[in-house]
């Protein structure tokens, strides 16, 4: 059967599947997005981010992806010359670094193994060694499917007195986090775990992040203005992406529907029942499994197993949609996605095409075993 893009088992590790409500809520007809109405749009919008931060304090949207989100806050509340530590286990604390390297003059990596979490000891001793001002973080390591311990962390940074960014994209909406943890500013992107469409970014700041905001480095990106702008007057400091603020809206409006902690509930099921299947078949974790993420969960493949031709056939036979790996560990690993709306019954019909494609490849298990460890969750 021909691939179908309206019908198929979408499970990539963001975008993610997306309601057919948020999806009719991008239809709206033109509206001024300097009007009263749009401003009433905003001021529901502000109230469910917070909701979605689990948070009273300021908040941003921006109309541009989650990265987007991350280079506003580093170029809105470092200084060119601030000392900053960022923590690196993986492809998306990489691009932190990234960042910081474009807008502050000397930020330092402090690398671990891919696959294993941070050891806060090990950043409670850096800290020790040396004075920063800021330290980031990816909460949720998209690329291993790991979860660093952010809770640790931001104790550790607190009690040295070092702002610490939290790249939260696939963390927010979908695992513990808080900003009362002591975090000072916390990025999501909309495609993740909200489960709308990419193109938005979501950030939360603390009251001390917020008076150190700066508009030397940014003007597009100043998150000043955009919170001022929000939090003010229901506005945005630049016209914004319509359609898809009413999503994201929507998409919000069913989170709380279902209600923050119910999500988080079945997505941590969801991570159970995913690595249950995958060592189920024989099939190993990426990931140190004690470590091991809700949203994503990163295999590596099968002796004999090639990337590039499973995912293909997967996709075109079993009309089954997974991520591939990237950089150190491309070729090496497939990761699926189960964040947002993803269903047990989306994991199952998943990995019932898996199962197959496996099989095809020559890999040996029992057959229906994975399905078997899914469904009965159900």
């Known amino acids: 059967m021909p691939f179908d893009p309206q019908d198929n088992v979408f ?59 991350l280079e506003s806050v580093v170029s809105s509340l ?5 000392r ?16 910081c390297q474009i807008h502050t003059t000397d930020p330092k990596a402090l690398g671990f193994e891919w696959g294993r979490a941070i050891d ?9 060694a040396a004075d920063y001002t800021a330290v980031t973080v990816c909460h949720n ?74 508009s030397h480095h940014a003007y597009y990106l100043d998150l000043k203005k955009h919170i001022d702008a929000w939090r003010d007057k229901g506005d945005t400091p630049f016209t914004p992406a319509i359609p898809l603020f ?23 099921q969801l991570g159970e029942a995913c690595r249950a299947a995958a060592k189920a078949v024989d099939v190993e974790l990426f990931a140190d499994e004690r470590v091991a993420s809700n949203t994503v969960t990163a295999m590596r493949y099968p002796p004999n197993v090639p990337d590039e031709k499973f995912r293909a056939v997967l996709r075109e036979e079993h009309r089954t949609i997974v991520s591939g790996g990237q950089d150190a560990i491309k070729g090496k690993v497939f990761r699926i996605g189960h964040m947002g709306i993803c269903s047990f019954g989306d994991l199952a019909a998943g990995w019932t095409g898996i199962e197959a494609t ?5 890999h040996r298990f029992a057959r229906g075993a994975a399905v078997a460890e899914v469904s009965r969750r159900l």
Request: aromatic share 4%.
């Open 246 to 268: 009413l999503a994201f809206r929507e998409a919000l409006r069913l989170l709380k529907e279902e209600g923050l902690e119910t999500r988080l509930r079945r997505t941590a």
């Open 141 to 214: 390591e998209t690329s291993t499917g790991v979860t660093n311990p952010l809770q640790e962390l931001a104790a550790v940074c607190r009690k040295k007195d070092a702002l610490l960014i939290v790249d939260g994209i696939t963390s927010v909406g979908g695992l513990p986090v808080r900003m009362d943890w002591g975090l000072d500013a916390l990025v999501t992107g909309s495609q993740k775990c909200v489960a709308a469409p990419a193109g938005l970014a979501a950030v939360a700041v603390s009251s001390r992040a917020y008076e150190r905001l700066h």
């Open 84 to 99: 900053v530590l960022n923590l690196v286990n993986g492809k998306f604390s990489e691009r932190m670094h990234e960042l």
């Open 11 to 69: 499970l990539l590790a963001g975008p993610v599947k997306i309601h057919p409500r948020v999806l009719q809520a991008m239809t709206h007809p033109a509206i001024n997005h300097r009007g009263g109405e749009f401003k009433e749009i905003n001021r529901e919008l502000r109230t469910l981010t917070q909701y979605l931060f689990q948070t009273e304090g300021d908040v941003a949207l921006l109309s541009g992806a989650g990265t987007a989100g």
């Open 358 to 362: 496996l099989a095809g490849f020559g």
């Open 78 to 82: 470092l200084h060119r010359t601030d």
């Open 120 to 128: 806060p000891q090990a950043v409670a001793a850096e800290l020790d």
